[in-house]
């Protein structure tokens, strides 16, 4: 089977190759990384008017139309600050969290949907907000949770956006990780953590005490998804208790077991269940294998998503809103080669308007294909991955770019990424890969990548860059290594131990040194920090592991020219190792390019300086495995 689909990859490139064109535009480099017009669309609950972000003076705002797009108005007027989060509290007022760039301070605004007024609900300092129940108000009440009292823990409180009363409603004992409500807000569930394990707190009501139901590992999921109907005792739960893949249950509270599998995936884990708050049910699963699929529980929601189809044939479809009536939808399409649209549904006559492309500068006849692959590992494991073949080759003996996911606990996936189409643009073909640690794939796989950072986790991406030289599909003289956050510590790691194997590469906001990385964890979450010394390492126990596999002890290995992106308030890799690392590669005189952003943080938002970071990682490849 494996062979095949070798044999079926090379015949696409080929052919694919064969019947391009002999030359490609080349698109501007603003044109692939520049900042959707308007984003984040939502639709007010009475199904009237719809909301979305746009920047006014370089800042995003709120922005409001009516249905049929006749009125348009902008109701906030932020020019320090972006609006980083909202939605509707009603049909007639929005409630929005500012963006605390360069700040600790909590801004929470309530506006009118006609902007004339709007009051501060919630000004704080040095704290974190999460919304316990996001988008949902009971008597003028929203339910958050903030670590005012003590910075390791959140309680969970009542804020009324009438008079801005904030009630303490549960204080947190200290090891409380998540606070969940029932269909009419009440606080009933919570999961607790020690560190290493994770219990289900469960009450019957806020009068009574939470009580524990049952106590997993943290490597073992249960996680709520909200109440199963009007049963007060059973919830609908994501759990992979006594199984690899994840799967959509019925769990009951009372007894404290599972009552039924709904359904489960035997190659993928189900990754959502999508409820419905109106009718009390879950209306189907999402699983994802090389795209993602849906298990429809519900015949009027397997309609709408098949009318769907029928408009948009092999095309991402994601519902990001609905009215509460559940008769208009706001929709999300995308592919590989498109980043989309958003559109109006409605299922009264099944009629879709646009409502604005994501970015219409780029031609999805000008894009790339980005095709599912699989190999094994040194060990025998499969490694599923990605590969994007550059337009205009005949798909062989081609610059490549490997391009490892970050996180890791996170995978690729297929859609858009601007970042991978900006590059086969360029020529280069690009291989992403979902090595062991990655999730989506079970528990015994992603399990397999703890403590494996440094090793075997590397050595997955070493592989499937071996098996693409083998089948010629990669130049072994033209390859390049890129990532960010862990995946610029990969492309960090395999300039160090694969030094014969790279001829440059680049880390954006990459780790450097797994000391400094556990050891500046933040205060809130100090409570699992157990659970990250058994994925990742424990700084005493394994610091000769962590000293064999931090590139900052291992600048003499690197011997190929190397571009390092760093925020100067990066939280999460300290800026002052970063500028070690520089230093010893210069004094080294090893070729090195240093973009440092003193005001950014991990992920760089402002887009002239992303903007600038790619014009960097472009020459570099070009001076290195580039065709001139």
Known sequence: MLRLKYFCLIVWIVVAGCSRQDTVRQISLEDFFTDPVKTSYLISPDGKHISYLQSYKSKLNIFIQSADGKKVSRITNEIDRDVSYYFWANNNELIYLKDKTNSDRVHLWVVSKDGKTSREVLSEDNIRLKFINPTRIWNDELLISLNKRDSTVFDAYRLNIRDNKLVLAVQNPGNITNWYTD??????????????????????????????????NFKTL???????????????????????????????????????????????????GVHSVRRKTVLYAIYETWKKQRYYLDAEKKAVFADLEKKFPDTELTIVDRDSSLKKFIVRTYTDKTPGAHYLYTLSDHKIVKLSDINPLLKEDEMC?????????????????????????????????????????????????????????????????????????????WTAGFKKWGTDMQNDITDGVKWLIDENIADPERIAIYGSSFGGYSALHGLCFQPKLYACGASYSGLINLFTYMKSTPPYVKPSLEMYYEMVGDPERDADYFRAVSPVFHTDKIQVPVLIAQGGKDPRVNVNGTNQFVKELKKRQVPVSYLLKDEERHTFKNQANRREFYRKLEELLANNIGNN
């Open 222 to 272: 249960l996680a709520p998804i909200s109440f199963s109907g009007d049963n007060k005792e059973t919830i609908y739960a994501l759990s992979n208790q006594g199984r690899d893949k994840t799967a959509l249950i019925e769990f009951d509270c009372k007894k404290g077991r599972e009552k039924r599998e709904i359904f489960s995936s035997a190659v993928a884990d189900v990754i959502d």
């Open 183 to 216: 269909q009419e807000g009440k606080l009933r569930m919570a999961i607790s953590s020690d560190g290493t394990n994770e219990t289900l707190l469960y009450r019957d009501s806020e009068s009574d005490d939470f009580r524990p139901v049952i106590t997993n």
């Open 369 to 445: 294909e980005m095709k599912p692959i699989s190999y094994k590992s040194r060990d025998g494991l499969e490694i599923n991955g990605y590969l994007t073949i550059p337009k205009g080759t005949n798909g062989l003996d081609l610059p490549m770019v490997v391009l490892p996911h970050g996180g890791p606990s996170s995978r690729v996936s297929w859609e858009f990424n601007p970042e991978v189409q900006f590059l086969a643009n360029r020529g280069y073909a690009v291989f992403q890969m979902n090595f062991r640690g990655s999730t989506g794939y079970g528990k015994e796989f």
